[in-house]
């Protein structure tokens, strides 16, 4: 067994089995960021003239039509600022877009409320099957793999993707960035790299229940080379254009609108919540938290130190997590022994499913070679 190790930089460690340190003690997650990242990046500064030079190449393209893009708002940071950088610094009229897959805080529903009046925007809000979602959200909790929220995203960014390609809108804008992601999470943490068809169909196939009728599934491949080389879609990820401080950004969105932050990163659902802060903790031993800190750590926005204290205890309280347990097991009709039963199972991967993850890694490798992705990808 591999003896435990964590960069002397950040606080990622050997609970990603893949971690390589130099002589210095350094991870390759500091030493990408600061020789790949960071040079092309520079948190954004001098990156204005580019930023309005895309924002008039997204007019242009969409001078006859309603809205000249759209965007995934889940009420959190990061989308929240990626619709204020739209909107006010690149003056675009972008079409908000939120999918209700049946966990929204009251918080995060109230500050999508809060931006739609005080910048004027337009709100599409698609309701996913709520009979649909439970039920393959529990075949997932059955599968016993780490990739617990794997349903959500699909949901997420499938509803958003069919949407745009339906209504011919050609930009997706979204809150994807270095500035607080820098650091992405290895799959075995339960990143699982894209919409993997085959991965959620033999899951299904094996715990579900025959309900998916009208759930959401776009395959990576489709959104990756068909939408984007046959149908024109463009992503583009603004807030890598703008200097983004976290705290900054809360403390305008606050005094602009009355947007309200969340205690952390992807606490505006409230099965993420849980997942990350209860399930992949206690059952598997993964800290998302690790990373999303390691990031702003890298970032120059949290001390190691403090990235240390906040790891060394849990997020959230006992009494909410056990609060939050008994919440989830209610909404998704499990008794609350039973879920106890399902969290103290063998614990499985994605390698125990058919996949396509080969092929995905291909593309991966594609992508890296090209310069497209400069994060870390495993």
Known sequence: MRKYQI????????????????DAGESDYYTNFTNNILPEWNHGIGKEKELYRVAEKIKKSSS?????????????????YAVY????IMGLNPLLYHVDAGWNSHQATSNIEKLINGL?????????????????????????????DFPQDTAFFSSLYKFAKKNKIKYILTGANYSTECCREPEEWGAY???DKI???????????NKLKTFPIIDILIYKIFYKYFFGMKVFHPLNYVS???????????????????????????????????????KFGFHKRRAHFSSLILT???????????????????????????FVAQKMGFEVSELWNIFKGENKTYKNFKSKRGLIGIGIQMTKFLGLEKRLFR
């Open 7 to 22: 960069c002397t930089k950040t606080i990622m460690d050997t609970s990603d089995p893949r971690i390589i340190f130099n």
């Open 64 to 80: 006859n039509k309603d809205f000249d893009c759209i965007i995934g708002i889940s009420g959190g940071l990061d989308s929240s």
């Open 85 to 88: 950088v739209a909107k006010e």
């Open 120 to 148: 004027n925007l337009e709100l599409y809000t698609d309701v996913i099957n709520w009979e649909e979602m439970k039920d393959l959200q529990r075949a997932f909790f059955y599968s016993q793999i780490p990739d617990l």
């Open 193 to 195: 790299p894209g919409i």
């Open 199 to 209: 991965l959620i169909n033999d899951i299904y196939k094996k715990f579900g229940n």
């Open 244 to 282: 983004y401080i976290k705290k900054d950004v809360e403390k305008l969105l606050n005094e602009k609108f009355g947007w309200e932050s969340f205690q952390h990163k992807h606490h505006e659902s409230r099965f993420t919540r849980f997942y990350e802060d209860f399930w992949l903790p206690k």
């Open 300 to 326: 120059g926005q949290m001390s190691r130190e403090e990235a240390l204290n906040r790891i060394s205890k849990p997020e959230l309280d006992e009494l909410t997590l056990k609060n939050e347990f008994e």
